[in-house]
């Protein structure tokens, strides 16, 4: 089986929709990280893409927060303006899937979902130190997870612990292979809102029988979001930071 995984869409269809081109015949099933919505101008749009055809999905804390689910305190003021204009905008179908949508961990075919850290899911797993406190405690030898934005991760074999690098900006990707003795913390990175300094939609590629991970980047067209985001009057910072990739 191979899957697509991705990671917070922020709902920004076209990095979505550029994602979907390019790993277009390389997957069987799509799953993802959370953070389906938030920030971006197409929340219905991902939803109903998302309800058609995710295989697997976990919410992230701007779900919880765009349905009505969360506190909107924790957020700074453009996260809350943001979340108060995608709530106002979702259908009524789509607040109610939201509401519904699971908390992880999620098993999938021997690998997990989480958002933030497999135990927190609201945590953000930024450091090797972060994800040394983490690696004892988890239930597979590789977890996908989200929140940072930050594409990469962690892993632990043969006693030590590295990094596992994103691609560089001239690069489309980098490969990975997942041995069963060690541990891995994978980030697809975020589809919709970059923060590595590569504006670039960032995914992932998942061979299960190979036990192959490739980290990918899509280019797109960010400014034609940021004008989507000023003309549906969201914060136009959260257009303008799209092309810098932070």
């Not at 909107?72 to 789509?94: D, Y």
């Not at 999620?106 to 989480?114: D, K, P, S």
């Amino acid at each position: 089986m191979r899957y697509l995984v991705v990671s917070d869409i922020h709902a920004n269809w076209e990095a979505l929709d550029a994602v979907l081109t390019r790993a277009a015949g390389r997957y069987d099933a799509i799953v993802c990280c959370g953070d389906l919505i938030g920030y971006g101008p197409d929340p219905n749009r991902v939803i109903d893409w998302a309800r058609q055809n995710l295989h697997s999905v976990i919410r992230g804390n701007h779900d919880r927060a765009c349905c009505g689910l969360d506190d909107l305190e924790w957020f700074n003021p453009i996260a809350q303006a943001a979340s108060r204009w995608t709530m106002a905008e979702l259908t009524e179908s789509n607040l109610n899937w939201l509401r519904a949508l699971p908390q992880g961990p999620l098993i999938v075919n021997g690998f997990l979902l989480a958002h933030g850290s497999p135990l927190d899911e609201d945590e953000y797993v930024i450091s090797l130190s972060d994800a040394a406190n983490i690696f004892s405690y988890l239930e597979s030898s590789l977890t996908f997870f989200g929140h940072t934005h930050l594409q990469g991760g962690f892993a632990w074999l043969n006693g030590s612990r590295h990094a596992i690098a994103r691609p560089d900006p001239d690069e489309p990707a980098v490969s990975l292979r997942i041995d069963p003795d060690g541990a891995y913390l994978v980030n697809p990175g975020s589809v919709g809102q970059p923060r590595d300094g590569d504006a670039r939609a960032a995914y992932a590629l998942y061979n299960a029988e190979t036990r192959q991970v490739l980290l990918e980047r899509a280019p797109y067209d960010f400014d034609a979001v940021r004008l989507k985001i000023e003309a549906v009057g969201l914060p136009p910072g959260l257009g303008s930071r799209l092309g810098f990739g932070r």
